[in-house]
């Protein structure tokens, strides 16, 4: 009857209701359950589906009510009312079993019917549970005493309860696995109060006692992370942490035993820190407000009234933040500061940054398992994933190997796979330094063995210096007979799998190389009238190559490739068409960059650009109205013909570069007199586009000029933003970097600026200073690379219109010369001025074995800058002369251009030599190759057509016929005899009347010295040599 009218009575609010008015006594049976909500298993009736094959789930309610209760029932049917709460104890009861796995699970199982047998386990659990309860004195009437007897297991009879004996001395405790699995399953073990028990009761072995039931307590997981471990939280305002900030940069005597572990004094407030002041904003306020930092500050300017402290946060703490968010200078991402007395290194700046990388991914990687790709809900910001995890592995380079003793500054590479890559450097090639001219200056990295090998076919044999300290004999003896020279470009092309790289040796050579980048083999030399400075593959497949040397005419030459006979390769080539430096000595305009097309369509269109140079090294010599002149030229290789460039052409170019995408280049000028620009602006940036409406749809012309403040840029990059827009960016020589965006206006939007260069400079920074040198993009727009002479390589994100300096990935010993990543993205190399070589990468395993050393008497590893592995050395080369008549500079450039005018066009058999010496060499077999004609010399320019009968007049066969043949005398001289004994001696007695300077008395010398006579007559003073007196001395 108990339970029956607990389960029938009607209280609204249920037990709780009860316990709560009567200080946790009901004074009332009241229902079990009746504060759980009716579940609702089916859609409405009106929608349900009758089906009579399958059974009804029964719902939990539905089955403690129907089986579970029964078992209750008899479980406290023997508690006396008058020691316990028998209502609240039935209902703890209840609620035990209700949560409990077994019924959980087999509820589950079974649809909410359960079997016999597992009634069977619920009474003994039922039984167990109320038998905790009441050994407690949570439920008792009045407090446990020694007089009041415990209740005692009744063990049942093996009838039915109704027959079991009210009048029983020796009860029988039963509370062991193997007593329950003896006794009948149809009978249920009982609780009793009874009233009067026998002092003596008998003893137990202890391992049979059972203890009472006590709750297992619930053990929370200690969090990893800092945040949730610290109990209070202050906030400093962003002045105060800006003070801290600069005052950690200066040295401070610290007592390290006074602070042993990091103290915090400044947490940020997290997101659920802002959600929890809006939640607390919007009950006040009783309306809906969004968890937003935005609403959060829109609360702020519109109440008057302070914030109300939240758990771990003082008034004062409030208050700062409230000030830094009216003021915009809140921190975005949330961060715990902290003082310590131990030094910060390196290696602990990197564990820092990994591990908050590695928490982000973490983060990235379930809200998008949870959300998706939407991006916004969990991370409560707009986030694009593949962005996101690009920018993260991005952020993981580091430095994985460094090699040293290259020959000079690194200032040009090229990968050639992901695993390799070539570079050269400058070299000691003046008269007055050649003596520190040293190998190294070509270079093969093999990144997965750990090697940098050099590599000697850039030289020439060393000349014979005629003045300063490399003129003496013992110079001469002690120094390298080769001359390293400098390899200033280099290129790959992975459509014919040839690597080019050119040489201040007027030379351009053409490899074969090792993917893995072990070794390489040069397959062609081509050879130059002057230094080649720039060497550049065409990405489209077509085998084309331009050169650019220091020649006045036909500089840029563009061959194209033929497969197995590379040196004998077909070349076509163009010149500046501006005519100021003709006839000059002192200067001439020459090619000062050079690029093919990237996009579709633009692959086989060549960009160069001129600028005027002094042939003497001084820019004095260069008139000062011409020193700001040039020529952008735009060469279709494919025609062989010059397309137009329409506006601003004749500026004197600084850089070029490409549109990867669209048919739109750049070119870095001096501001011309055709636009109206401000004083500050001493450069610009062009931006060209093909004009469909002009020109026959295949010229360009300028549509937009970008304003740069530096005196000189070194380098452009482009990447596109939007379909129509890109982001510019131009290097300077002033250490900046000047970023655009196409799309707002001309000015830039940012000015990334780098340290104080190392090396010192005296006067002007921009003409001194190499500046930034090294600019690159990789897979994402939000890291952009900077590198220059400061030796630093800093990450950018230009997208942060405020503070876009992101960190530092490197500090070399020496000014960053050059930078590239490899066709993966995965890894950067980066040379520097002082012969070094730095790999960086995202993956740390990329760390060669052999680079790492162990450090002696402890097991901590530590890499190691490698140097590099030399060549062998070469044979001398075989002289021409004697030892005392070693070639001059000027002689040797003579014989240089003897061989390759033999080896060019001779050898090649584009010329060929007549027997008739007046007429001397003719066009040869393969002279069409060469493309060297006159086309104004023949009929409508077509070299394969006739000649003009102005050009065919003049030509030598065309005189021949006219004044007929005749045979022509040539005077030969005899070859003299050898001197006989007569001659001998007349030869002997002239020499001795020479005078000899070293047979005189040393006073004769000095007073001839000093009387200013000329003892060396080999000098010729300037004047010409004449065969034949003048009229003058005949008289």
Not at 343 to 371: F, I, N, P, W
Not at 758 to 767: A, S
Not at 910 to 928: D, E, F, H, M
């Amino acid at each position: 009857m108990l339970l029956t009218h607990l389960i029938t009575a009607s209280t609204p609010y249920g037990a709780m209701k009860s316990l709560v008015k009567h200080g946790g006594m009901p004074h009332a049976p009241i229902s079990i359950l009746n504060s759980l909500p009716v579940p609702c298993d089916e859609p409405p009736p009106k929608r349900r589906r009758v089906s009579t094959g399958l059974q009804r789930k029964r719902g939990v309610k539905e089955c403690l009510l129907s089986q579970v209760t029964p078992l209750v029932e008899r479980a406290v049917g023997h508690l006396s009312r008058d020691v316990y709460h028998v209502n609240a104890l039935a209902i703890k009861t209840v609620t035990e079993l209700s949560i409990n796995k077994f019924f959980r699970r087999r509820w589950d199982e079974t649809g909410g019917y359960l079997s016999q047998q597992d009634l069977d386990v619920l009474a003994i659990q039922a039984h167990d549970v109320v038998r905790g309860l009441a050994g407690g004195s949570e439920f008792r009437i009045s407090p446990l005493s020694s007089e009041t007897p415990e209740p005692q297991l009744l063990p049942p009879p093996r009838s039915t309860p109704k027959s079991q004996p009210q009048g029983q001395t020796a009860p029988t405790i039963v509370n062991t696995e193997a007593t329950r699995k003896s006794e009948d399953r149809d009978s249920p073990i009982f609780y009793d109060a009874l009233t009067s028990q026998p002092s003596h009761q008998p003893e137990l072995p202890q391992n049979v006692e059972r203890k009472p039931y006590k709750p297992r307590e619930r053990r929370e997981p200690k969090p990893s992370n800092r945040y949730y471990q610290i109990s209070e939280r202050p906030y400093l305002s962003a002045a105060h942490r800006k003070a801290i900030e600069e005052g950690t940069k200066k040295p401070v005597a610290v007592n390290n035993e006074l602070i042993t572990q990091p103290i915090v004094y400044h947490v940020d407030f997290s997101p659920e820190d802002i959600a929890e002041i809006i939640g607390q904003i919007s009950q006040n306020e009783n309306k809906h407000i969004p968890a937003t930092r935005e609403s959060m500050m829109e609360q702020i300017r519109l109440r008057n009234c302070p914030l109300i402290p939240i758990p771990g946060r003082t008034i004062r703490d409030m208050s700062a933040f409230a000030s830094d968010l009216w003021a915009g200078k809140v921190a975005e991402t949330p961060r715990v500061l902290s003082f310590t007395a131990e030094h910060v290194t390196e290696e602990t700046k990197k564990q820092q940054g990994q591990m908050r990388r590695t928490s982000r991914l973490s983060s990235l990687l379930m809200a998008r398992e949870m959300e998706g790709n939407q991006g916004f809900q969990r991370t409560r910001e707009y986030l694009n994933f593949q962005a996101e995890f690009k920018r993260l592995c991005e952020d993981n380079l580091q430095v994985v190997a460094e090699f040293t003793n290259c020959a000079g500054d690194i200032t040009t590479g090229a990968w050639v796979s992901r695993e390799s890559f070539l570079c050269g450097t400058t070299t000691h090639s003046d008269t007055h330094n050649q003596q520190y001219n040293r190998p190294g200056n070509l270079l093969l990295c093999s990144t997965g063995k750990g090697t940098l090998r050099s590599f000697p076919d850039h030289r020439i044999p060393r000349p014979r210096v005629e003045k300063g300290g490399n003129s003496t004999e013992a110079m001469r003896q002690s120094q390298d007979p080769w001359l390293y020279s400098s390899v200033v470009s280099c290129d790959y092309s992975a459509e014919d799998d040839l690597a080019y790289t050119s040489s201040f040796d007027k030379t351009v050579k053409v490899w074969k190389v090792d993917p893995k980048g072990e070794h390489m083999e040069a397959i062609a030399t081509w050879q130059h009238t002057g230094n080649v400075n720039f060497v550049a593959a065409a990405e489209d497949g077509s085998g084309r190559v331009a050169t650019a040397a220091d020649s006045p005419t036909d500089a840029v030459r563009i061959y194209t490739i033929t497969k197995g006979n590379e040196s004998n390769s077909t070349y076509q080539t163009f010149s500046c068409s501006r005519t100021d430096a003709d006839g000059s000595e002192k200067w001439a305009y020459f090619p000062a960059t050079m690029q093919w097309g990237r996009a579709k369509g633009c692959q086989h269109l060549l960009l160069v650009g001129y600028s005027p140079r002094s042939l003497t090294g001084d820019d004095l010599d260069i008139p000062e109205d011409k020193r700001s002149s040039g020529e952008i030229i735009l060469w279709d290789a494919e025609q062989g013909v010059r397309i137009p460039v329409m506006t601003a052409s004749t500026a004197n170019v600084f850089e070029v570069a490409w549109h990867p995408t669209l048919p739109l280049f750049l070119v870095g000028v001096t501001p011309t007199g055709m636009n109206n620009v401000p004083r500050n602006v001493r450069t610009q940036v062009h931006v060209f586009h093909r004009d469909k409406d002009r020109l026959n749809g295949i010229g360009f012309c300028q549509h937009q000029a970008l304003d740069c403040y530096a005196s000189d840029i070194n380098e452009l990059t482009i990447v596109p933003n939007s379909p129509g827009h890109a982001y510019v960016t131009a290097a300077c020589t002033d250490g900046k970097v000047y970023i655009w965006d196409t799309a707002q206006g001309d000015k830039p939007i940012h000015t990334l600026r780098h340290g104080k260069p190392i090396e010192e400079y005296y006067g002007d920074r921009e003409k001194e200073d190499t500046g930034v040198k090294f600019t690159a993009w990789n897979t994402s727009l939000d890291r952009f690379y900077t590198g220059s002479s400061d030796g630093v390589v800093k990450v950018w994100n230009v997208r942060k219109l405020k503070n876009p300096f992101v960190r530092d990935i490197l500090t070399a010993p020496g000014p960053i010369a050059w930078g590239g990543f490899s066709p993966d993205n995965s890894k950067l190399a980066i040379g520097d001025a002082t012969g070094r070589c730095f790999i960086l990468s995202t993956d740390e395993r990329d760390i060669p074995e052999s680079h790492m050393m162990t450090l002696p008497g402890t097991t901590r590893r530590r890499r190691r800058p490698i140097p590099l592995i030399p060549h062998p050395e070469p044979a001398p080369p075989t002289p021409a002369r004697d030892d005392d008549e070693m070639l001059t500079d000027d002689e040797l450039s003579d014989a240089n251009i003897a061989d390759y005018s033999r080896q060019t066009y001779l050898d090649s058999q584009c010329l060929k030599l007549t027997s008739n010496p007046v007429i001397g060499v003719v066009q040869g077999p393969r002279y069409q190759s060469t493309n060297l004609y006159r086309r104004e010399a023949h009929y409508d320019e077509d070299p394969s057509a006739p000649l003009l009968a102005h050009f065919e007049r003049r030509q030598k066969d065309s005189e021949a016929a006219s004044l007929g043949r005749r045979r022509r005398s040539v005077r030969r001289l005899r070859t003299p005899s050898p001197p006989d004994e007569r001659l001998q001696r007349i030869h002997a007695q002239n020499a001795s009347k020479d005078l000899d300077v070293n047979h005189l008395e040393d006073s004769e010398v000095k007073e001839l010295v000093k009387s200013a006579t000329l003892l060396s007559i080999e000098e010729d003073w300037g004047f010409i040599y004449e065969e034949t007196m003048s009229s003058d001395e005949d008289a």
